[in-house]
């Protein structure tokens, strides 16, 4: 299964942004896709971002795309979450997960393995 940390969380204003890096331990590479969700508070995990195995292709939900970037960097096998323009109700516990699924997926059932996640704060 390995083991996902993740890092970057924190405090913004409103329009402003924010970098969440998810690392992955004990897990061979490229046996996994990658996924990012979210929970606010009362609210279920949503989608933020998938990322195929291969990293050539992403899903981002409606309320993120033009804001939002899933990317790998190839070389050290970090996966980032560049989050622009943010909004109050970005606001939540960001969770990075890892799936056997080659396209990555926007369902959270399809994941194995979870960080134990980071707290993104975004005021006015």
């Known amino acids: 299964q390995g083991r996902v940390e993740e890092s970057g969380g924190g405090s913004a204003q409103a329009g402003g942004s924010l970098r969440l890096s998810c690392e992955v331990f004990g897990r061979l590479f490229d046996t996994y896709a990658w996924g990012w969700f979210r929970q606010s508070s009362g609210k279920e995990r949503e989608f933020v971002a998938a990322l195929s195995r291969s990293g050539g292709i992403t899903y981002l939900a409606t309320d993120v795309e033009g804001r939002f970037t899933i990317i790998r960097d190839k070389v050290t096998n970090i996966v980032y979450l560049q989050m622009n323009d943010l909004k109050i109700e970005d606001t939540g516990d960001y969770y990075c997960?890892?799936?056997?699924?080659?396209?990555?997926?926007?369902?959270?059932?399809?994941?194995?393995?979870w960080g134990q996640g980071v707290h993104v704060t975004v005021s006015s």
């Open positions: 997960g890892l799936t056997n699924s080659i396209g990555g997926s926007m369902r959270s059932q399809d994941y194995d393995t």
